[in-house]
């Protein structure tokens, strides 16, 4: 469908009574509805004009994570990707996107790769996968993320699971980390946060603070 722009949009309805919605323009998505509630968080300011990338939802960061020699967190979120496959699992919808270098991606980083972008919602969960297929002829390094924007009551929100960590604090000096630990159970937000986890488990348990387990 002709989603915000007129970008085309995906929209995934579940039999179980869940949806997602995933523009193609930067395969981001931007809607995962559970029980009718929008677990997901798109900024009012963002642009959807197929020039800047979306600002919210579940953003692509590829070939580069944060700052670097290209711009920040890469090019996939800024370029359109294609729908390839589809299908429906015992009610649940499937989609693979995938995207493939082109000029604007080879002005910034001169490879041939084919990223494939797999989405599965479940009555309960939104699962993603992402596959990188070098094919060029020589090889490349690359860092990624998908980095997800979560509704959340920002003095309610609480995260389990990241006890032990050892811990980059950014706060004070963006450029000069402060190495340390987390010793708490259930880490809390009271205020600005700029902390880099690592070695962080597969499963964490984020309390959105309005009443959300995710």
């Known amino acids: 469908v002709k989603g915000e722009g007129n970008l085309p949009k995906l929209v995934l309805t579940s039999t179980h009574g869940s949806e997602a919605e ?4 930067g395969g981001c998505v931007t809607s995962w509805k559970a029980a009718s509630k929008d677990l997901l968080f798109v900024r ?3 642009v959807f004009n197929g020039q ?30 294609s729908a390839v496959d589809s299908e429906n699992v015992e009610g649940n919808p499937v ?30 969960s939104l699962s993603t996968e992402l596959v990188i297929t070098n094919t060029d002829k020589k090889p490349f390094s690359f860092s990624t993320a998908l980095h997800t924007y979560f509704s959340a009551s920002a003095t309610g929100a609480s995260v389990k699971g990241l006890k ?40 964490l348990h984020l309390d959105n603070g309005l009443g959300d387990i995710i």
Request: aromatic content about 14%; glycine content about 8%; proline content about 10%.
């Open 52 to 81: 800047k990338p979306i600002s919210g939802g579940i953003p692509h960061c590829f070939p580069q994570f944060g700052p670097g020699p290209m711009q920040q967190h890469g090019f996939a979120r800024n370029m359109n990707w």
């Open 164 to 203: 032990g960590c050892k811990t980059l604090n950014k706060d004070l000096d963006p450029t000069n980390p402060l190495e340390g630990k987390e010793e708490r159970d259930v880490v809390t937000f009271p205020g600005f946060v700029d902390c880099i986890y690592l070695d962080a488990p597969n499963a």
């Open 44 to 46: 009012p300011d963002a």
């Open 22 to 25: 995933i523009y193609l323009f």
């Open 95 to 124: 989609v693979t996107l995938e995207l493939k270098d082109g000029p604007y991606s080879r002005s910034m980083w001169d490879f041939s790769f084919r990223a494939l972008y797999k989405v599965i919602l479940n009555k309960n």
